[in-house]
DNA sequence: GTCTATACGTCGATAGAC
DNA sequence: GTCTATCGACGTATAGAC
């Protein structure tokens, strides 16, 4: 929508210098998200910390929501341990991590839940098509991973691995929510999934007598999910 | 949780002829939302699609958020089609109406997401412990549900019932946003966790050869869930 | 008790000078 | 590329009419 090249969300006049300077932006824009919350991170007050004006920030961005937007996609990038290696394990390991890393870096969530509200409003073209697209492929990744572990038998096969996966985004964002408000709410409760979506239980002879107190709430969901 | 009393949320001078002004004013700004969206949606439009001036809707609310915490409580009450009986049935269910409910109201589930986002911030005391209550709350009630299906053998019983319960609220509340994103994410994804959760399948002596066609995704998940 | 009028400070965004 | 100036709209607060 903008330059030469439009992929890129949040660029506008950006060649070699430009970039450095807009990295520098993102960079300290998430430390004044760190400090004050997702919610008073005014265009201003960005602008502040680093010395400059907010006019000038509007020069590397065309709007408040898409310089949030690329704040996100920064910090969220720079989260990952190791560069650039695709992220190994099943669906579960890979959002347990994920959510464990993204309540590390504080605002972070607050950031992408403010984000995703903006993103359904009618006007919000440019947020909605972003979110739209992010969920797409994060479902798409994490369905992948259903289906190796259904092949693998680590998954039960009798349910569907895109509708598993919407599923398994709903849960980790709704619960990284929940914990923010109430610690009490663990995080691990993900791994329930892990068991619920473990294949049907060893064939044992015992059908459901005295079901015990044997929660597999935290021991290990059997095979790596 | 309504009357008498002070624990109400954005109660200022109300006695009688009061009430029914508030409820004029919330009725009016539900469709508000429904017509303009929940984001452009300010004290002043909401005002002026009442006829009267922002300042007058502050008399009744103590601030532009708990109109609208009130606003959604409102719509949210009255989305029930009856009016106190309990909602019956078993957690999955439960939750499978109210999210279809929810995304009939055009701005609901808009307005929940910002409420909910905006929750998560530091400064705001107000819509934190109105979110963190609530969300307490229904968790409750969904793992006396969840306890209840386990009891009666619906609902496998090697899972902790209050992490079910946290995890079926996050689902809920991930698959309404996924939804509004895009449609073809069906909120029918919900009962697909009923699938899970049903008990360890009927004892049959087939181990895992081969895994068919048969997904469970939308027929009956056996026992009302 | 209900409401209008008005003012304050801040916001995102834009235009134009340097 | 960055500034200053300015715009309209916002949430909030207060004074005072009825």
Redesign the pocket.
Known sequence: MDDPDPPVIGRR???A??VA?RQEILDRAIEVFAERGAY??????I?QAL??????L??????????LIAVYENAEAKRHAVPDAPEQGGPVDVLVRAAAANVEVPGLVELYSTLVAASLEAGNITGRSYFTERFARVRRDLADRVRGGQARGDIRADVDAEQVAALLVAASDGLQIQWLLDPSVRLETLETLATLLGPPAAPSTDDRSAAGDQQATDGQPGPRL
Request: hydrophobic share 30%; proline share 0%.
């Open positions: 006049g950006s060649y210098k430009g300077r008073a991170t005014s265009l201003r007050s602008a010395g400059v004006s907010h006019a000038a509007l020069h590397y961005f065309d709007s408040r929501e898409q310089l």
